[in-house]
């Protein structure tokens, strides 16, 4: 997350999410490690910030960075529970969320502080859980209304893609910013 380069896209700073072809132990082991690294991350991208950077796009027509925080403690409270009922359920089809709405909801007001607490317990258990997972667990999964069956690797391959793309959102932004 450091190499940052200003020319990219800035709203695929990291580009689009590709899941491998072939999963391998090693890309479940790198990913649960991001997903432990993102509270630490996820703080120090907003370290220092003021209400008005905060209040920032990360782009133009984009999310505010405190909308950005409160999306991915919103996002990730969501995959969480999704991972525990593939783990529960037999392929159980999950109810999706309108995350732009949920964006613009008035908790958007609060301090980030609160969602960076979150994250850190969540990405805690979130952790915990995924590194006692068998290769029979790995590949339960569920059904997305929208984008149909995922299995549990591919969800977490998922979310540290968005874990690496949300820090680099914020993270450009200062950088272009000089903040």
């Not at 996002?75 to 529960?88: E, G, K």
């Not at 159980?92 to 613009?104: D, F, H, R, S």
């Amino acid at each position: 997350m450091s190499d940052l380069d200003l020319d990219l896209d800035p709203c695929y700073p990291i580009g689009a999410f590709a899941p491998p072809e072939t999963i391998s132990k090693e890309f479940l082991l790198g990913a649960i490690a991001t997903l432990a690294d993102l509270p630490g991350e996820l703080r120090n991208a907003v370290q220092g910030l003021d209400y008005e950077q905060l209040s920032a796009p990360y782009r133009e027509g984009g999310w505010m960075l405190r909308q950005v925080v409160h999306h991915v403690a919103d996002s990730h409270m969501n995959a969480f529970i999704r991972v525990r009922l593939a783990l529960t359920e037999d392929w159980p089809t999950i109810k999706p969320y309108n995350e732009a709405a949920w964006a613009v909801l008035q908790d958007v007001n609060a301090p980030v502080e609160w969602s960076l607490e979150l994250v850190e317990s969540l990405h805690a258990r979130w952790v915990m859980m995924l590194q006692s997972l068998d290769e029979v667990q790995w590949q339960r999964g569920f059904h997305h209304p929208e984008y149909g069956p995922q299995t549990i690797e591919v969800a977490t391959l998922y979310y540290d893609w968005h874990s690496r793309h949300h820090v680099a959102h914020i993270n450009h932004l200062r950088a272009r910013k000089g903040w």
